[in-house]
């Protein structure tokens, strides 16, 4: 059997090769009793002390390197530095592992590093360990970047995919599939204007704002699958159901119009700097409203709740009612 | 200006590309005072409370994958597990990333994994989390393993390559140039037999006894650029010198003949399975002894001794000196 794309992509496909290959021939998969490779979270823990380290790790191949409103350099740092987020953990530290196509241009890497470092700065990461190496051009094309996130968490504070309570209300911070149905416009040259750029961002300013209010019970960033696969997997392993309106679920009027040039569906595309988030209801408005307070969090809203049901249900517009289902691969050409 | 292959090889040139373009780009380097990305050790720190938090990353794009001794699993794991070891912390956790060509065959996949887990269940080591991403293949040439590895040292214990104290023991755990002189006899198919095979292998039960012995001032294992780049990389940053005897390096007969038929110093090609150590003289021969105990150190000997001269220099067999200078790129194909 060979390896095909849809293996990499994130949905149903790629957690069988998972299950099968990878958790299959492994023993050790769990430190000190904390999240491990079993759990397919955004990260795993390491429990010390008083303490929860996180680790969440991403390569990164990105078609183009540079795209409206960000690079690879950007994706990287805040790709990685959301996963660690959205575990409940302060995000403190990156290892940067680049793997370079000889040949690549010092300038171009120049201005990736600059875009990591902006990222740096935002959150307060330091880029603290790393690797270069330098790869035959007919081996490698352009570059692949792997980053991995260390973070700390007060220990019993982690924030799981499983967390989401029956009860629960479910924040999305922001409009959804701006990363890839721009990406894709971009690439593929669709010959329409538009304005679209990649909403690719750290996150850690709305979930640490969050967290200090407390009652945060799961948190995601849906990135590769979108939303659809998100909300999916959070309440899967939460052996929940949600009940969403269709209508709360902020859309960019450009992103609603590609999808529907390209006959791609926005909630399964990648989002690269949003969160969904199951809280306490009582704190839903104060957590709002403090998401609202960061310069990427100005759109978000509560678009549903968590219910008993086994399944993730949208009322749509027109008042009807229909299954939101995970991607069973990616449904459209890699944008992260 | 283009990166070039001698960019990615850990000499001199590679130093320089990384100093003006990642160094002289990026802001935060360091967490809360610990070792990090301008001390260019193997390794990072992040002190927390009574502990030190080890990382250490790496990407691994070895060809061919499989080779004598081992494989493209087994030396992403132990290579990561030994930068985190020689940092004097016990490896606890891997985040596994992988890029994988598409059409991989998924049983030399799975094979891969089955070393990396070899390695986990030596160590004690596991694999926490990971990422799999399949590449277009003409894109990427087979895989790339991005492995960064996690050990906790308690506060005050890092072994620093800059730890060595004048008249300090110098200890190396066995025969050089085995990994890299036996890859490139098999790569290159030169025609000769040999028994060759590489040493890539954990060296964590060897550092383990000797931190339990004490006394263990710097560590480093001589990967890229051999035990000529590893011991001057120590020398100079710890700004002392080393007078060592020849006589003394461990040396197999193959990878004498097979370096003088191929042109290439054994001093100067990487190892797998080896680390150099400065102790103090009067644990040395204890520390030693314990090494010898453990099955990758039976042919660990003390090569000589740290000096206040800036140079490491070598006492030859003839009984002249020279001077053993650090290679200024990759002398050789590269081999890890």
Redesign the interface.
């Known amino acids: ?9 994130g949905g149903e496909i ?1 957690q069988d ?2 299950s099968d ?2 958790l299959g ?7 000190n009793g ?4 079993e759990d397919l ?1 955004d ?4 429990p ?4 929860e ?1 996180v ?5 990164h ?1 990105i ?1 183009p390197l540079f795209f409206p409103g960000g690079d690879i350099g950007r994706i990287s740092m805040a790709g990685t530095v959301n996963d660690v987020a959205v575990m409940g953990a302060r995000p ?2 990156i ?13 171009e ?2 201005l990736i ?2 875009s ?2 902006e990222v ?2 935002e959150t ?13 051009n ?5 570059m ?1 970047i ?1 980053t ?1 996130g ?1 973070g ?1 968490a007060p220990k019993g504070a982690i924030t799981r995919d499983s967390g989401l309570k029956v009860g629960d209300k479910v924040i999305l911070t922001g409009s959804v599939g701006d990363h890839g149905i721009s990406l894709m416009s971009y690439r593929e040259g669709f010959g329409f204007e538009t304005d679209l750029k990649s909403d690719v961002a750290p996150v850690w300013g709305m979930v640490g704002a969050a967290l200090d209010i407390g009652g945060v019970h799961a948190m995601k960033d849906p990135t590769r699958g979108g939303i659809a696969n998100a909300l999916n997997e959070m309440a899967s392993k939460s052996g929940v159901g949600m009940f969403l309106d269709e209508e709360k679920i902020p859309i960019k009027r450009e992103v609603h119009a590609a999808s529907e040039m390209l006959g791609i569906d926005p909630y399964e595309v990648a989002n690269e700097g949003k969160v969904i988030m199951g809280v306490a209801p009582e704190k839903a408005d104060e957590i709002l409203e403090a998401i609202r307070k960061n310069k990427y969090g100005v759109e978000a809203q509560i678009i549903g709740e968590v219910t008993t049901d086994k399944h993730v249900i949208l009322e749509t517009m027109m008042g009807g009612k229909r299954i939101l289902e995970a991607p069973i691969a990616d449904p459209v050409p ?1 944008v992260c």
Chains 1, 2 share one sequence.
């Open positions: 059997m060979k390896i095909g794309m849809s293996h990499g992509a790629m090769l998972i290959i990878i021939n492994l023993k050790n998969k769990t430190v904390g999240v491990g490779l979270d990260g795993a823990t390491i010390l002390g008083e303490h380290i680790i969440s790790t991403d390569s191949t078609d403190l530290a290892a940067n592992a680049m793997v370079i196509s000889e040949g690549f241009n010092v300038d890497l120049e590093i600059k990591m470092d740096c700065q307060g990461v330091a880029i603290v360990t790393g690797d270069t190496k330098v790869m035959e007919d081996k490698l094309d352009k692949i792997s991995t260390i700390i890699r």
